[in-house]
């Protein structure tokens, strides 16, 4: 069974830089065609896509929001974490990561979500 | 990368069939066969419903089913159901190795 777990602070100030992390089971990150990836969804508003990191250790990043996000993994310990800079209101959202399949080109898999308020 | 273009919303009947359309560019939407629906009912995360352009995931009902033309993708629900109220996402792979989200259709069944 293939479950992810978004994990993080609920609330940040202004300026400060949010750290997730996604703590995965039942597959392996070093296992080629699997990727991981941060969407994330404002309060009544729509899903937006952030990054994705592939089982090659490939990173990609929203247009334009790359220069904030930066995306890693630990193949140990079966987690991803994305790291954003610059925290802002608007940046007040539901974030949550998702398996990828290269061949599907989907995301299968969600984890529930976790909420970030950035609020000073 | 600009959002795909749905539908603010769309209604129908019980047992009725609807189409949510999903309309990008030939960067995503029509340059690729890999657009994939999302379903959210409120509260809860998003579930794949529909991948490369038309493909079902296991489990999914037959009920639901994609299809592209050009730059538009749609998503099409027969024999609508009350359990089928809920938003909709359409995605796509883009040129840039990116993905990007329609802005989102809310499905209200009558």
């Known amino acids: 069974q293939v479950t992810l777990r978004e994990s993080g602070p609920a609330l940040v100030k202004p300026t400060q830089t949010l750290t997730l992390t996604c703590t995965f089971s039942?597959?392996?990150?070093?296992?080629?065609?699997?990727?991981v990836s941060w969407i994330r969804q404002p309060p009544g508003k729509a899903l937006e896509w952030l990054a994705l990191?592939?089982?090659?250790?490939?990173?990609y990043y929203s247009t334009s929001l790359k220069t904030r996000l930066t995306i890693s993994k630990d193949t140990s310990k079966n987690q991803v974490v994305l790291t954003m800079t610059n925290m802002d209101p608007v940046d007040t959202a539901t974030y949550y990561c998702?398996?990828?399949?290269?061949?599907?080109?989907?995301?299968?898999?969600w984890g529930q979500g976790t909420m970030v308020t950035v609020s000073s | 990368q600009s959002a795909l273009t749905q539908p603010a919303s769309v209604s129908g009947s019980p047992g009725q069939s609807i189409t949510i359309s999903c309309t990008g560019t030939?960067?995503?939407?029509?340059?690729?066969?890999?657009v994939s629906w999302y379903q959210q009912h409120p509260g809860k995360a998003p579930k794949l419903m529909i991948y490369?352009?038309?493909n079902r995931p296991s489990g999914v009902s037959n009920r639901f089913s994609g299809s592209k033309s050009g730059n538009t993708a749609s998503l099409t629900i027969s024999g609508l159901q009350a359990e089928d109220e809920a938003d909709y996402y359409c995605?796509?792979?883009?040129?840039?190795?990116?993905?990007?989200f329609g802005g989102g259709t809310k499905l209200t069944v009558l």
């Open positions: 998702a398996r990828k399949l290269v061949v599907t080109d989907a995301f299968d898999i």
């Open positions: 039942g597959f392996s990150l070093s296992t080629s065609g699997m990727c």
């Open positions: 990191i592939d089982w090659d250790d490939d990173k």
């Open positions: 030939s960067s995503d939407v029509g340059g690729y066969n890999y």
């Open positions: 490369e352009v038309s």
């Open positions: 995605s796509s792979y883009t040129s840039s190795s990116t993905h990007v």
